[in-house]
């Protein structure tokens, strides 16, 4: 009969992220559908703009709509029509400068008419952070496989299977639905987590 164990392990890697997603939206009410999507075009333009000439590496479009827009007391009021922004920037050295930067070149430029949506700070590439990861977890696997074989009197041999599940834990800031006020907002990215988890199975020697 063959001898075999079966644990798991986890390793975590944190390193400073190297790029930014930023998500605002645009919008614009008004008594009817034209007159609210010319007000949405060209704040939204604005927006472009000056994202581009702050800075930002990409600035793309998406999900355009329009609804009914209703006052404070819930009565149709008019339309509103709405889109995402998103900029793309990279971080120099882990530094929010180039984020804070551009909050406010979107905020000066949309005004009350720019809402922000998410701040996310990642790895462009996370293929060496993950890496790190996956080693810490097959370490930590072996040491609990080795530390429970011993007490049963037995040697911890080769690797039958590996499973594994890869986790990215959130940035250290994100904003949801927040009106763009905020334009002089310190930026700290912090570090970003990849966790690994493992399920190794060893045979027994």
Known sequence: MERLITVQGKGENAAPPDTCHIDFRVWAAAPTVAEATARMSSASRDVIAALTSGGADRVSTARFSIRTHH???????????????????????????????????????????????????THADPTAVEEEAA????????????????????????????????????????????????????????????????????ALT
């Open 71 to 121: 006052d404070h007391q819930g009565r149709p009021a008019g339309f509103q029509a709405e889109t995402a922004v998103r900029a793309v920037v990279t971080l120099e050295e882990g530094s929010g400068d180039a984020v804070s930067g551009l909050l406010g070149a979107a905020v000066d430029a949309g005004g009350d008419s720019l809402a922000l949506d998410a701040v996310d700070f």
């Open 135 to 202: 080693r810490t977890a097959i370490a930590d696997a072996r040491r609990r496989a080795e530390v429970m074989a011993e007490a049963a009197g037995v040697a911890v041999g080769e690797v039958l299977t590996i499973e594994q599940a890869t986790h990215h834990a959130p940035g250290p800031l994100r904003f949801k639905a927040m009106a763009a006020e905020a334009a002089d907002m310190p930026v700290q990215p912090g570090t970003k987590s990849v966790t690994v988890e493992v399920r190794v199975t060893f």
